[in-house]
């Protein structure tokens, strides 16, 4: 028997990694709105789902969501408008879902902040090559 909590956690560090690269983050859409369902882990709570590619997101364009279809949205906007909404919402966030609608159901301020981390590790590099390029040779600071 397989670890599917393992799987998708993988998927879930794919939709990251991909999403970062890409900087798309991809969602079912209708006339009507966004594809949402109802959390497989939490009752009364709603999930919206979204994926890392326009393939995966177009996998799930059949029975009910056969009316919608993949849209994209910039990660920027995701990050400062979709998931801060989400958050005061109470909404979870599906990622990299499977055809079944399995996967991760994680909080909106979670994934921002995971969606953002490369950003703050980039920082973080330049500093330490900074504060190294003002030191000598012994380690000390230059004057």
């Known amino acids: 028997m397989t670890d599917l909590s393992a799987d998708y956690q993988e ?3 794919r939709f990251v990694r991909e999403v970062r690269a890409s900087g798309l983050v991809w969602g079912l859409q209708s006339d009507s ?7 497989n882990e939490y009752e ?5 789902p979204f994926w890392s ?3 995966q997101a177009s996998v799930h364009s059949s029975d009910d969501w056969a009316g919608y279809k993949p849209s994209s949205l910039h990660l920027d906007l995701f ?5 801060a909404g989400m958050e005061e919402d109470g909404v979870m966030v599906g990622t990299n879902w499977d055809a079944e609608l399995m996967g991760l ?10 969606l953002m981390i490369d950003e703050y590790d ?22």
């Open 11 to 13: 998927s879930h560090d």
């Open 53 to 55: 590619t326009e393939a």
């Open 79 to 83: 990050i400062d408008t979709w998931l």
């Open 122 to 143: 980039d920082e973080e590099e330049d500093d330490d090559e900074e504060e190294e390029d003002d030191l000598d040779d012994d380690g000390r600071g230059r004057s």
């Open 44 to 48: 009364d709570t709603d999930v919206y």
């Open 33 to 39: 709105g966004w594809a949402v369902c109802e959390s």
């Open 105 to 114: 159901e994680v909080e909106p301020s979670d994934l921002a902040d995971e």
